[in-house]
C-alpha cells in the first residue's frame, strides 16, 4: 500500500526480525547520533564480562559464550543515545525556554544530547539556569525539613538505575522515614509479582538461558521480543534447533515472533531466516486466560482418558495446595465461553495442548506487557501458573516461569528494596544492620502518588531517572499533580518532558550514564556497579567512555549528598563515605539483603553469580510453604458500549519506553511516523475510515470522556475490536482510575475507545 501522506512512509509488515537490516540499522543510530569514536568504543564493551551492561533490556547474556559483537539493534540504539557527543548545557537552556522546549517532540528532546550541569527552574522563572550542586543539595534539604511529615515527598526510581544506586536511595528514603518509593515497576511487571508471590513464593522468574534451550514448548504470550528482547530471538533459536517447538499468543502479528535471522551466524547475515512460531495465535484483546484456561480443560481431559498419565499427579500431591478446587473450576468453565473470550478456534486450541503434553512436559512460559496491563492481569498469571503446576512443569530443567522484564536493572531494584510495600522481614534486617526505625506504613505506588500530588498531600517529588510525566497514565492529569508539588528533582540524564512540567521549583540533577567512565570519590580505578538481570544472575558493569561533562555526578553520589544534608550521619550510617566507595555499599548490602554473601568477591568474578531462588529447587516460600493453585473466575475486559474498541499502546521499533530514537516502526511497516492507529481493517470499513485517514481517539472512563486527534489510521493484520497505538503519545487517553486488580497497574493494554474520522 503506498502512503498518501506526505511523511509517512508505509511499507509492508515484516515476517521476520534482525538479520543484516538490523546491522545496518544500528549502525546508522550510532554513526549519526554519537560520532564514530564515542559510539563504536562503547558498542564493543557492550555486555562483555568485563565492559558494562546493556542499559536497554534485562535479558541475560550467554554464560560462557560471548562475542565480541554481543549487542543487539536496539541495544545499539540505546547506547547511541547515551554515548552521544552531543550536550544539552546551560547555554542551551538559556536560549530555550522551558515553554517553547514544551513545543518539541519527544524525539527532538533525545537529540539534544546529554544534561551537563545541575539546573533550576525557580519559581516564575522561564528559563533554568545554573546551580551549584550544593545549592540544589540544601535546597532540596530545606523543601525535606519543611514537610508536615515525610510521607508528604516522594521518590520515584526508573529500572535503569544500579543495584548501588538503588540501595542507598531506600536506605536513605527509610532513614527520611517514609517508603514512598513507586518505580516504573508500578506500570510494568508489578502484576507478574502480585500472582507469582503468593502462589510460588518468589516474584521473579524461574528459568535460565539453558532451560530455555531446552525446552520441548516455549510460550511466548503479550510481548514484542524482536523488538523490545532482540537477544531472546536467539534462545527461541537454540531451542528450535534443539527440536523444541515456539508458541506465540498475540493479537499483532509480530515480525521477531515469526522468523528469526541471526545477525552473528552466516546463515542469519544473508537473511536467511529460522521460521520461530510453529502455531501463531491471534487472541482478542485481553482473551489470554481463556486460552490457558482451555489447555488446563484438555490436561485434565486427556489425564482420565489416559487414567493419569497427564498431569503430574505425585507432583501436586507433595508439593501444591488447592488441586481439588480448581480442578472444579476447570470442569465448571465452557468451552462455549473459552472460545467466545479468546476468539482462538478449539482446533488451534488442542493442537497446542497436544504439544505440550506430547513430550516431556518441559513447557516454559514468557510473558511481558500484553498480559501485565490488564484489569485481570493477576489472575491471568495465576491461571499460566495453574497450568504449569498441572503439568509439574516447574523447577525442573527446561520448564518454568519467564516474566521477560524490562529495564535493565528494575529486577534488581526490587531486589535492593526500592518497593513501597517492603515485607517485614527486609524491614527488620535493615534494622538490624543499620540501628534505626524503618517506617512500617506502606507507601504509595505510582498510581496512588500521582493522586497525592494530585490533592496536594505529597509536595515533594524526587526522580531517580526516567520520565515519570510522560510513562504515567493520563497525562494531564500527571501534569497537574507534578504542578502541585513545591518541589521536583529528576536525576537524569537525557531531557525529556518530565522536566518541563513541574513544581513551584523544578531541579535537574545530571549523572553519569552506564556508559562512561566512574572515577567517584576520587578513586584510583574507575568504580563499578552491579546489575541483576530477568533471570537472578548478579553482575557487574564498568564504564568505558571518558564522561560527557566532569560536572556530572554518580547516582550513589547524589543520593549520599542529599542524604548527608537531609537526614546526616547515624553511628552506624555515613553517607558521603557510602557514596564516594561503591564497595562499602556492596558491604552494607551483603549486612542486610539475604543471597549477598561476600557480595564484593563473588561479584568480581567473570559472569557474576546467580541469586538463590528457591523454586528451581522446589521450596515454596508461601504461607502454606507449598505452590498454590488459585481458581479464579474466567475473565476478559468489559465494555461499556457495544460499538467501541479496545485500545492497547505499544512500543515502536525506535523507542525505548519514552525515549524515541527515531521515527519508524520497520518491522510493522511504519516509516517516519508516530501518529498511528492500527485497526483491523473490517473495523475501519464499518466506521468510513480510509487508509492513513486522519481519526479521533475517545476514551470512556465512569469520570468522563478523553480524546486525542491526529492519529492515522492504518490498516493491520490484527482481530476485529481491537486497535493499537504507540506509549507515550497515547497516554493522555489512559483514565488514572484504570488499573489492574490487586497490582493497581495502569491498564496500558486495555482502554474502551470509539475512533472516528477527524472532523
Ligand atoms: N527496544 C526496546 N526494548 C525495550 C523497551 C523499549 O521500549 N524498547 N522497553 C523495556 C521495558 S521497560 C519493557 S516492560 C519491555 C516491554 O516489552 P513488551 O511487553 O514486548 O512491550 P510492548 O510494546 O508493550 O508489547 C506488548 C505486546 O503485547 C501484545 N499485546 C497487547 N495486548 C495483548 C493481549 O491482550 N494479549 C496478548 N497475548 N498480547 C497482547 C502487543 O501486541 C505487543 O506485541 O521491553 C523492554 N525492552
Ligand atoms: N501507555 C503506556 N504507558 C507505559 C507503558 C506502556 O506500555 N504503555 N509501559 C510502562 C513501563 S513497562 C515502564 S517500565 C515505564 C517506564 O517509565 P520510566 O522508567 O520512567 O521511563 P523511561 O522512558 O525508561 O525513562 C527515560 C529517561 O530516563 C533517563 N535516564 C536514562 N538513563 C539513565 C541513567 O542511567 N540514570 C538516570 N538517573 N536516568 C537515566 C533519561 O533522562 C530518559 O529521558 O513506562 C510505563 N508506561
Ligand atoms: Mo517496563
Sequence with gaps: MQSEDANLKLKKAKTWAAGSPAVISSLKHVMSTAGPVRGTKALLDLNQTAGFDCPSCAWPDPDDHRAMTEFCENGAKSIASEATSFTVDPAFFEKYSVAELMEKSDYWHDQQGRLTHPMVLEEGATHYKPISWDDAFSLMAKELKSLNHPDEAIFYTSGRTSNEAAFIYQLFVRHFGTNNLPDCSNMCHESSGSALVPSVGIGKGTVTLDDMHHADVIISVGQNPGTNHPRMLGSLEECIENGGEVVAINPLKEAGLLGFAHPQRPKGMMNRATPLADQYLQVKMNGDMAIFRALAKCIVAEDKKTEGQVIDHQFIAEHTTGFESYLGAVEATSWEQILEDSGIEKSELERLASKIIAKDKKLITCWAMGVTQQKNAVDTIREIVNVHLLLGAIGRHGAGLCPVRGHSNVQGDRTMGIYEKLPEEQHLLLEKAFHFESPRKHGYDVVEAIEAMHKKEAKFFFAMGGNFLQAAPDTDFTAEALQNCDLTAHVVTKLNRSLLVTGKTGLILPCIGRTELDFTG???????????????????????????????????????????????????????????????????IEASIPGFENFNERVRTPGGFYLQNDVKDRVWNTATKKANFHKSELSIFQQSKSDTLVLQTLRSHDQYNTTVYGLDDRYRGIGNERMIVFLNPEDMKERGIKPVQLVQITSHWDDGDRSLSGFKAIPYDMPRGAAAAYFPEANPLIPIGSTADISNTPTSKAIEVSIAPQA
Design 522 to 588: 576520587n578513586a584510583t580505578a574507575p568504580q563499578f556497579i552491579t546489575c541483576e538481570n530477568s533471570m537472578g544472575i548478579v553482575h557487574m558493569s564498568t564504564g568505558r567512555l571518558k564522561p560527557i561533562s566532569d560536572t556530572l555526578m554518580s547516582e550513589p553520589n547524589i543520593v549520599a549528598h542529599l542524604a548527608d544534608k537531609a537526614v546526616g550521619n547515624t553511628e552506624h550510617v555515613n553517607w558521603l563515605e557510602l557514596g564516594a566507595n561503591y564497595d562499602l555499599i556492596r558491604d552494607a
